[in-house]
């Protein structure tokens, strides 16, 4: 039982972890109506300026954090303005593949930079961990800060999202471009917002993943990525609450499947749940049906 408890909750911090990065790609997408793919490598650029400010540059973990944060927002609005907005009525297969050319861009300038070899990233919380069931439960402290920190920001969000002016604006955006640009609504500056947001949560979830799992290369951000953006259609892609159930079911059937059946056949049942989940609910748990005017 202690075991079990001990793999959920991992799992929970994983799933966590993916929840954070996939209401990047549901903001995006619900949004700006595009699949920004080069966000899995946003996260890989956070988590090494992190490492690059704590270790070479002798700095704490928190400005460490709070720069990774900042350089990701810079980056994110930089490549919305330079590769996504000229092609804001361009094919979606011409946005798909730009999209794929930038997260190529920016692995390779990191292989350049960082070389291939993998870094020892030194975890960004020290606290002790916390012992439950008389010592035989342990939940460390980057699994209690990553659930927590997850929920707040999910919390935020929607509030943000629901209760400023500019969050009726991204709605806005999001329901119909033409008519927000008629209500006043600035497009370019509501969606770069968007970006912008997206890329800070990615540089908080480079950050915690690496403090899980400490191994950091310029393909860190690749496989993350790819399951963010299945959590966030698992839960329904545009969903604020369904990015953050997907992402948490997600992380729960990765680990438990690593513990219980093989963990080389953890991401082949991941998929699979995907593939069972929109066969039945085409629009993902709690995404919405919509109906396009012709």
């Known amino acids: 039982m202690i075991s079990f408890l001990t793999y959920l909750i991992n799992g929970v911090s994983l799933g ?11 903001m995006v ?3 700006a109506k595009m699949l920004n793919f080069a966000h899995g490598d946003i996260i890989m650029v956070g988590a090494f300026v992190c490492f690059t400010i704590v270790t070479s540059m002798s700095g704490s973990a928190v400005v460490g954090v709070l720069l990774s944060i900042l350089a990701c927002i810079v980056l994110g609005v930089i490549i919305e303005a330079v590769a996504y907005r000229p092609l804001r009525g361009a094919s979606p297969l011409s946005v798909l593949i730009t999209a794929i ?4 861009l920016l692995e390779n300038l990191a292989l350049l930079v960082f070389g291939s070899n993998a870094r020892q990233f030194t975890s960004v919380v020290t606290l002790p961990p916390l012992k439950l069931a008389g010592g035989q439960l342990s939940i460390s402290s980057v699994t209690i800060v990553t659930i927590a920190v997850c929920i707040v920001i999910m919390a935020a969000l929607t509030a943000f999202i629901n209760k400023t002016r500019m969050g009726q604006a991204m709605l806005a955006v999001s329901e119909d471009q033409g008519a927000a640009i008629l209500m006043g609504v600035d497009v370019n500056k509501t969606i770069a917002l968007t970006f912008a947001i997206g890329s800070g949560l990615a540089a908080i979830a480079g950050v915690l993943l690496c403090s899980a799992y400490p191994a950091l290369t310029p393909y860190t951000g690749a496989m993350p990525g790819i399951k963010a953006f299945v959590a966030a259609v698992f839960g329904g892609i545009g969903s604020i609450p369904g990015a953050f159930l997907g992402g948490v079911l997600l992380g729960i059937i990765e680990n438990l499947t690593k513990a219980y059946i093989s963990s080389q056949l953890s991401d082949a049942v991941v998929f699979s749940v995907l593939i069972i989940v929109l066969l039945v609910r085409p629009t993902g748990l709690l995404g919405k049906k919509t109906i396009e005017k012709v």
């Open 16 to 26: 966590s972890v993916y929840a954070i990065i996939a209401l990047g790609y549901t």
């Open 101 to 104: 050319g930038v997260s190529y």
């Open 29 to 31: 997408y619900g949004i």
